[in-house]
């Protein structure tokens, strides 16, 4: 495949950051008092731990004991396959293409990821980029819509809200619907604006789709409701909390391998969990590359989608970092 790639730009797509040029590590805000608490910051790192690892391995303990009439191999895979075909949606879709404009690709190729990032139900693909580009802009600075570091209160309280606002609790603000300074140009894209506005029926076809194919290989309405509740609602449930993740943990646990102007982390749960997103430190440091798993052992399912598109002449312009650019931005070990 030819490497003739296009240099990630040195700024990302959203207006120009607060943070200014980068020159030292970030430091995240912290309190000059702690208040007496009554866990270690070590058990309130492990009691955060379980309290987003918890749910889902009682939901893989739910699904082993109804294994058999209600959860069986066909649910299975319907459950895996809307996983992945969504999450990619939102992966190659609406946050590598349509949000950071990594790569360009074909009309029809480009409907379908928005089509099935739609149907994650994780809100219209112009609201969606808009919240990530303002994440960018501001990222763990006041301003950013889903830190776990910005403007958080201290102590153990302070730290476990400022996690769960990250994750989930910034969803329920006011304030995430005055981002569209930031998509002027999607505002102006016709196709984009139209699959915008037809959200409600992919979300609804994302429901119906996995119940109409269990409904015809199991002939039973039972079937049919055991597909929308497997391929649909629980599906959404894991991807999610997956795509969350990115937003709370990936900005708490993990390792930096470059200077970003925040507390960006690559942790390969997550790398993995969500298809390369997961790398978000690499992803941080260069907004704008096709790739954030950058080392070779950094599994970015996204990645390999979008350099088969372009080994297929179906993807182009896609943005890359150079080496030097890698190399200067790179944390001493
Ligand atoms: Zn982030
Ligand atoms: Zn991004």
Known sequence: MSQELLEEPKTPLAP?????EIEDDYEAPTATVEPEVPLSRNEMHLAMLAAVALPPIGMITAMVMAWGELFNGMYLAVLIVMYTLTGLGI?????????????????PIS????????????????????????????SDCTGDPHSPHASRAPGVIGWCTGF????????????????????????????IMRINRLFPVWVAAGLILPGVVCGLITMTWTGAVLGVLWGGLARMFLLHHSTWSINSVCHVWGWRDYRSDDES????????????????????AFPT?????????????????IRTLK?????????LPTRERMAARARAK
């Open 16 to 20: 120009s950051s607060t943070h200014g």
């Open 111 to 138: 409907i379908f990821f928005m089509i099935f990032g739609g149907m994650a139900a994780q809100g219209p693909v112009v609201w969606w980029s808009a919240t990530h580009r303002r994440h960018h802009h501001h």
């Open 91 to 107: 992966t190659v879709g609406y946050h590598r293409l349509v949000t950071h404009k990594a790569f360009a690709t074909r009309t």
């Open 265 to 284: 982390r690559n942790n390969p749960v997550m790398g993995i969990l969500s298809f390369g997103e997961g790398w978000h430190n690499n992803h941080h």
């Open 164 to 191: 769960m606002h990250a994750h989930v609790g910034w969803l329920f603000r006011d304030s995430n619907d005055n981002n569209y300074s930031y998509v002027p140009d999607l505002l102006s894209d016709r196709v």
């Open 289 to 305: 590359s096709a790739r954030h798993g950058l080392k070779w052992w950094q599994l970015d399912m996204s990645w390999l989608i």
């Open 311 to 319: 080994a297929c002449r179906l993807a182009d312009k896609v943005r």
